[in-house]
């Protein structure tokens, strides 16, 4: 069981920054493959980044590539989301996801976090 807890969202204009955390409890954390995904009112939730469990593989999708990075922690449990460049189109609910193998899905993610307001102003 892992329970995941979203942090750092905020309003930003757009070309600003973020960092999000999500702080994992648990001991298994560092077996678990991490990612963010996000959604927007009226749309369907779509994966934005994801980690392998050493943190050696990454992914994105192409809208945040190069402008996002994902980064882990294992000793402190806890994976961040680091975004410049923001764009109003970057306007969501953020939320980090955990699962046992690395993936883009939302299905293959099997714990949650709540999820963290990301709003960014033209």
Request: proline share 2%.
């Amino acid at each position: 069981q892992v329970q995941l807890v979203e942090s750092g969202g905020g309003l930003v204009q757009a070309g600003g920054s973020l960092r999000l955390s999500c702080a994992a409890s648990g001991r298994t954390f560092s077996s678990y493959a991490m990612a963010w995904f996000r959604q927007a009112p009226g749309k369907e939730r779509e994966f934005v980044a994801a980690i392998s469990w050493s943190g050696g593989s990454t992914n994105y999708a192409d809208s945040v590539k190069d402008r996002f990075t994902i980064s882990r922690d294992n000793a402190k449990n806890t994976v961040y989301l680091q975004m410049h460049s923001l764009k109003p189109e970057d306007t969501a609910v953020y939320y980090c996801a955990a699962s046992t193998i690395i993936s883009t899905r939302v299905t293959r993610y099997d714990y949650w976090g709540q999820g963290t307001q990301v709003t960014v102003s033209s």
